[in-house]
């Protein structure tokens, strides 16, 4: 079997996922290397079947690479449901469930995602996992106090970092706030944790996407595999 990289295992996944982009719909767009793919690819089926897509993006940087290839937009406060969402992911358990913000976009993302009449996940094989857990979990927190809640998590024993960017600076997201990524090595009850998240002031969003996704496209070296969720 030919070896593939994972960046050809993403375009795989990313060309596959817009067989379900149908004419007249509205589709999120998700974030990341993998959703660059999809996005590319979406652009062509525009152009070359004339469909009539609106996207709804994630973040600045999908926005742009939309704009440049003449997706026509609109925010999601602007639309009354997105058909369907296709994303990528960081870690998805054998049950579905997910963590995401890798690429510091969560926020959005979730926003989008939970107005969504559908969600599918692209990813290469890599991401699939038995338990949550091995990818840090990303929280969004306000600068404001972010301190305090790092050393909460410290206390945790969550192990927190807060995200710096590629030239060590700390990262902003696109909303102006800042990441903590909790190193939790596995995630025994999700839903517990992603409840002590949610109520602690200064978080805004946290990476844990529950309970989301009903259909996920994994890449493997054979070609892309559809899983649904039972
Ligand atoms: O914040 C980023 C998003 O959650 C991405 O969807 C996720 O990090 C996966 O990105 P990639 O396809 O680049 O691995």
Redesign the pocket.
């Known amino acids: 079997m030919k070896m593939m990289s994972q960046d050809e295992l993403?375009k795989i996944v990313g060309e596959k996922a817009v067989d379900w982009i149908k004419d007249g719909m509205t589709v999120g767009l998700?974030?990341?290397?993998?959703?660059?793919y999809m996005v590319e690819a979406l652009a062509k089926r525009i152009q070359s079947e004339h469909l009539n897509i609106t996207g709804v993006v994630?973040?600045d940087a999908t926005a742009k690479q939309a704009r440049a290839l003449n997706i026509p937009l609109k925010s999601v406060d602007d639309v009354d449901m997105i058909d369907l969402t296709i994303?990528?992911?960081?870690e998805i358990s054998s049950d579905f469930q997910g963590i995401?913000?890798?690429?510091?976009?969560?926020l959005f993302?979730k926003i989008v995602a939970s107005n969504s009449r559908k969600n599918l996940w692209?990813?290469d094989q890599s991401?699939m996992s038995e338990k949550l857990g091995k990818f840090p979990l990303?929280v969004e927190v306000i600068p404001y106090g972010s301190k305090k809640l790092f050393s909460k998590f410290s206390k945790k024993g969550y192990a927190p970092t807060f995200r710096h960017d590629d030239t060590g600076q700390l990262k902003y997201t696109d909303s102006n706030n800042l990441i903590i990524d909790l190193h939790l090595k596995e995630i025994t009850h999700p839903h517990d944790l992603a409840a002590y998240l949610a109520e602690q002031v200064g978080v805004v969003e946290h990476?844990l996407f529950l309970d989301l996704v009903n259909t996920v496209i994994v890449g493997y070296p054979d070609g892309p595999k559809v899983l649904e969720a039972r």
């Open positions: 993403k998700g974030t990341g290397s993998t959703v660059k994630t973040s994303d990528g992911a960081d995401k913000g890798g690429g510091a976009a969560l993302e692209i990813v991401k990303p990476g």
